[in-house]
């Protein structure tokens, strides 16, 4: 069973830098489609980013050029690089997966199978 840690979340300032990291166990990444959800207090959740098993990445527009998601050459890391931070970045950041052998793009949660617990990032203005 697939199981996702994130980390890596903070405090900070508007235009400031942080990065998130999902680490698996029971599996890696391999032929997953991995994604970022985000979560605002009051708000719905929402897709921020993807990347697909052939490692292309797809972004929100509200994010695009300020984030990157990248994965190291474990299989078990992925990387959300969050530049120039505003306080509509603000929320708790989730990382998911699909099941194995899906080879596309996930954008939807009825895609994601096996989901982290969050972390929490602030931006102050």
């Known amino acids: 069973q697939l199981q996702l840690v994130e980390s890596g979340g903070g405090s900070v300032q508007a235009g400031g830098s942080l990065r998130l990291t999902c680490t698996a166990s029971?599996?890696?990444?391999?032929?997953?489609?991995v994604a970022w959800f985000r979560q605002a207090p009051g708000k719905d959740r929402e897709w921020v980013t993807s990347?697909?098993?052939?490692?292309?990445?797809i972004y929100a527009s509200s994010v695009e050029g300020r984030f990157t998601l990248s994965r190291d050459n474990t299989g078990k890391n992925m990387y959300l690089q969050m530049n120039t931070l505003e306080p509509e970045d603000a929320g708790l950041y989730y990382c998911?997966?699909?099941?194995?052998?899906?080879?596309?793009?996930?954008?939807?949660?009825?895609?994601?199978?096996?989901w982290g617990q969050g972390t929490q990032v602030a931006v102050s203005s």
């Open positions: 998911a997966a699909t099941g194995a052998q899906y080879y596309a793009f996930c954008r939807r949660e009825t895609e994601l199978a096996y």
């Open positions: 029971g599996g890696g990444f391999g032929t997953r489609c």
């Open positions: 990347i697909a098993p052939v490692g292309t990445t």
